[in-house]
Each structure stands twice: as structure tokens, then as C-alpha cells.
């Protein structure tokens, strides 16, 4: 049995790590290549960073930022934002993100997904997932709709469908983000993340509402979830990366501890 991974993501806006909630009402709040460390040297698993203005600004993620942060971990980084072609993808790999997250621009030409998988692995190519709970209708048989462009842009696509269609095209790792669930603290959204999970055969990262380490624990168990992100809880110092793996071993989940 595969190792649970803690993901943090950080979430960055002009250079600042940013937090919003449900998509809205987005505060800075420090240094993104200082949390970056300090994760790092806690014991984190994974690092994601998304630039979360860069598709509905139409530009490219700022790569300065992501060559500080890629100088302070030596864990997987996958980096996220803006990018709607491979030269995009290979610019940010080499600035040092190891693997590539494409959302919205994904979205609008599915081709970009096999594309990315073709020139740099399906390993390498993760697609994200913001997703909203809708009414369950002929459309969206799921119950669920992909939004793009930071939570702005409804696409008229179901969620499930597009999970396997990403797979199909080569992508090879889902994070599936609850706009619904987003910053409020409250849990992961359970429902839909077992959904995709008990249907894709990749893994799935489950993101958006993580509070406390029972969320975290609930996500990776009865969610069927292979990671959980988290952002809120340690970003503001409520826990620590090293404390939540420590809490979840004691509590049966198989993680990668630090001795």
C-alpha cells in the first residue's frame, strides 16, 4: 500500500502568498518562499504553487517566483497557472518545477493535455480541477460543473466526465478542487472526491476546505483520496506539516514519517 502524501499549496498573487475563500475575497498574507522552506524542512511530501491570476489576467506565471521557491525544497514541485502550451510547461520546468498543472486553458483545448503528457511524461502532467456543486441535470449528471479562470468562468462541462476524459488524453494525476469547499475549513468535499476517485485510476489529490486533521484523515480514507492538500490550516499556523503526519499515522493512514 502507497503512502498517503500532505501536499501544501501555495497560492500566489503579485508575488504574494494569497488565501481566499470559496475564490473570493483573496488577502495576502506572506512570503511564499519562506512557507516553502519551512514546509519543506517540516516534513512536507509534495509542494504545489499556482500563480491564481495568471489565466484570468491572460499571462504567463511569474517565473522569478517560482525559481526562489524551487531553490528551497528538494521535495516533488508542481507548478500551476497560465499555461496554455508546452513552451509554457517547459519554461516553468526549467525554472526548476518538476511537474506541470494545467486548469483552465486545459479546458478550452483538451489537446494541450496530451500534448504536455507526450513531451514530458504523464508523471509529469497534472491537471487541476476547480469544481462547483451544481443541480444534477441531463448536463451535469454528476452533480458537479468545472469552473476555470480562477473560479470566474463556468464551462458548461461535468466534472466527472472531465476527470476521465483528462485521464484518457494522458494526464496523470487529478487534483480535484471544491470551490464550494474552498478556504471555509469545514472538510474536504467527500462526495465528489470519492466520485473521481473511485473512477479514474490515477491518483487524485483532494483539495479545498481541509480544517483540522480529522478532515484530512476522513479524505484519505472515505474519500478514496491518494493526497490531501492543505493550505488554510498551516498557513496561518494552526498546524504543522511533521504534526498532521504524525497525527494521521497514530490514527491508522500510512505516511512518510521524518526520524
Excluded at 165 to 187: F, H, P, Y
Aim: glycine letters at 10%; charged letters at 25%; proline letters at 3%.
Amino acid at each position: 500500500m502507497l503512502s498517503k502524501r500532505i501536499i501544501a499549496c501555495l497560492d500566489v498573487r503579485d508575488g504574494k502568498l494569497a488565501k481566499s475563500v470559496k475564490f473570493v475575497d483573496t488577502k495576502d498574507i506572506g512570503d511564499p518562499v519562506l512557507k516553502a522552506r519551512e514546509y519543506y524542512e517540516d516534513g512536507l511530501d509534495e509542494l504545489v504553487f499556482y500563480d491564481i491570476t495568471a489565466s484570468s489576467d491572460a499571462r504567463n506565471i511569474m517565473l522569478d517566483v517560482v525559481e526562489q521557491v524551487a531553490k528551497q525544497v528538494y521535495i516533488p514541485f508542481s507548478v500551476g497557472g497560465g499555461v496554455r502550451t508546452v513552451e509554457d510547461a517547459n519554461r516553468l520546468l526549467w525554472a526548476g518545477a518538476e511537474k506541470i498543472n494545467v486548469n483552465s486553458a486545459a479546458v478550452k483545448r483538451p489537446e494541450l493535455i496530451a500534448e504536455c503528457a507526450h513531451a514530458f511524461g504523464a508523471q509529469n502532467t497534472v491537471l487541476s480541477m476547480d469544481i462547483l456543486r451544481v443541480e444534477t441535470s441531463r448536463e451535469f449528471p454528476s452533480g458537479y460543473e468545472v469552473i476555470i479562470n480562477g473560479g470566474r468562468t463556468p464551462m458548461g462541462v461535468d466534472a466527472l466526465d472531465w476527470a476521465l476524459k483528462g485521464e484518457e488524453l494522458g494526464a496523470g494525476e487529478l487534483v480535484v478542487n471544491s470551490i464550494d469547499a474552498d478556504g471555509t475549513r469545514e472538510g474536504y468535499e467527500i462526495n465528489l472526491t470519492r466520485m473521481i476517485s473511485e473512477a479514474v485510476s490515477i491518483p487524485v489529490i483532494a483539495s479545498g476546505g481541509a480544517g483540522k486533521p480529522e478532515h484530512l484523515l476522513e479524505v484519505l480514507t472515505e474519500g478514496k483520496a491518494d493526497a490531501a492538500l492543505v493550505a488554510s490550516m498551516v498557513h496561518y499556523g494552526d498546524y504543522t506539516v511533521s504534526g498532521l503526519k504524525q497525527w494521521l499515522h497514530e490514527h491508522g493512514v500510512k505516511v512518510r514519517l521524518r526520524y
